[in-house]
């Protein structure tokens, strides 16, 4: 049986969805002020209180750049600004600063009951009010009338807008964790992610895909952790290959291979194998190569198995420990390059072909 478990509210198993809760406050409007010109030799001063400013707005902006609300674990509260008062002398109180929170494309904005959906983001750019600044009050000048010379009376700025909103972004992983079952790659994916991945020394202790927002240097990518593949996978052995459609639209693979099994090199052809027998291009994906468990080999034993993966993978594999975290901040490295790498290039694509390019 599998336990449930308790998930971060931002990484859902099989939903594959991020998503942040939380709490904004437009800026107040300034007070109208209430004053009068009062000078030496003028002889009827009038009032002259000027108005207050405009309160902040809350303003949600989808930007190019972003691909997780992974900034929105770390902070959750957002207040504009409030207006500034008016002044004495006919002076306007200035327009309180916004608070502008960016978003990746995709991002959907929903009510507090996280079912009404207030915005859509779909497109680098867009902008939506979702708080109103509250407007400044008038002052005293404002309320001058032919019968009422010297009003004392202004406004005060009306009140910012508090609301609690839900920010949902579907999540598609940028890089597919690979291996035989217990290569180690739900430790993995827990050292280096929020995600909550059962671990167990038995294979096929994960059932379902599951997705962690990775964050590294300052950058994040989105992981995905798939059940271990067995020889015969392609032909429906162990759990099959149909999860293998979760990492199909990954722009990398990082593939894990177990320093304590007995051979690192055959286990590695396992996998790729079954990765040629399944219909879809990923035995062409980029993969980054590494032997884990590192912590439990022996000097002698670590150097055969880096020789056996180094003629099998005919590249020289990285080495990590995902339960000590050694070589960890290296292997993350070594995907968000290939990650960044395939961001930039389509971003060029679509660049391209906005400018209706042809060859
Ligand atoms: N010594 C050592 N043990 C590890 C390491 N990483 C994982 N393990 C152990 O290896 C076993 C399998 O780990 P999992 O993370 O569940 O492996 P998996 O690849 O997700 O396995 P499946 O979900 O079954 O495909 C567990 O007992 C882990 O504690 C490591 O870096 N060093
Ligand atoms: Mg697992």
């Not at 049986?1 to 509210?9: F, K, N, Y």
């Not at 990082?254 to 051979?263: M, R, S």
């Not at 690192?264 to 035995?283: F, I, P, Q, S």
């Amino acid at each position: 049986m599998i336990a449930a478990q308790a998930r971060p509210r931002y990484v859902f198993a099989m939903k594959f969805l991020d998503q942040a809760k939380i709490y904004i406050r437009s800026g107040d409007g300034g007070a109208g002020c209430v004053s009068f010109r009062r000078e030496k030799f003028i002889e009827f001063g009038g009032p002259n209180g000027g108005d207050g400013g405009r309160g902040g707005d809350v303003v949600v902006e989808c930007v190019d750049g972003l691909n997780t609300l992974i900034d929105y674990r770390y902070q959750q509260h957002f207040k504009a600004k409030a207006g500034i008062h008016g002044m004495g002398k006919n002076r306007a109180g200035g327009r309180g600063a916004d608070v502008v929170l960016k978003v990746p494309v995709g991002t959907q904005i929903f009510d507090e009951d996280n079912e009404t959906l207030l915005a859509d983001l779909t497109a680098v750019g867009q902008r939506v009010v979702i708080a109103k600044g509250g407007n400044g009050g008038f002052g005293n000048a404002h309320f001058k009338t032919s019968t009422n010379q010297a009003p004392r009376r202004a406004n005060p700025g009306q009140p910012g807008e508090e609301r609690t909103i839900w920010l949902r972004l579907k999540l598609i992983a940028d890089a597919g964790l690979l291996g035989l079952p217990n290569a180690g790659k739900s430790t993995f994916l827990a050292a280096v992610s929020a995600a909550k991945p059962k671990i167990a020394d038995y294979p096929f202790t994960t059932l379902h895909p599951q997705l962690g927002v990775v964050s590294i240097d300052g950058r994040e990518f989105v992981l995905a952790d798939i059940p271990g593949l067995i020889e015969g996978a392609s032909e429906g052995a162990g759990l099959g290959t149909r999860f293998l459609g979760h990492i199909e639209r990954c722009r990398v693979l990082l593939h894990l291979v177990d320093g304590t099994c007995e051979h690192a090199g055959k286990a590695y052809k396992t996998v790729r194998a079954e990765l040629a027998a399944y219909e879809h291009d990923l035995v062409d994906k980029p993969e980054i190569v590494a032997l884990n468990k590192v912590d439990a080999l022996t000097p002698e034993d670590l150097k055969q198995q880096v020789a056996r993966l180094k003629r099998a993978a005919k590249t020289t594999p990285l080495l990590l420990s995902g339960a000590t975290g050694k070589g960890v901040p290296e292997v993350l490295r070594a995907v968000l390059a290939v990650v960044d790498g395939a961001r930039t290039a389509e971003r060029n694509d679509t660049t391209v072909e906005a400018a209706g390019w042809q060859p």
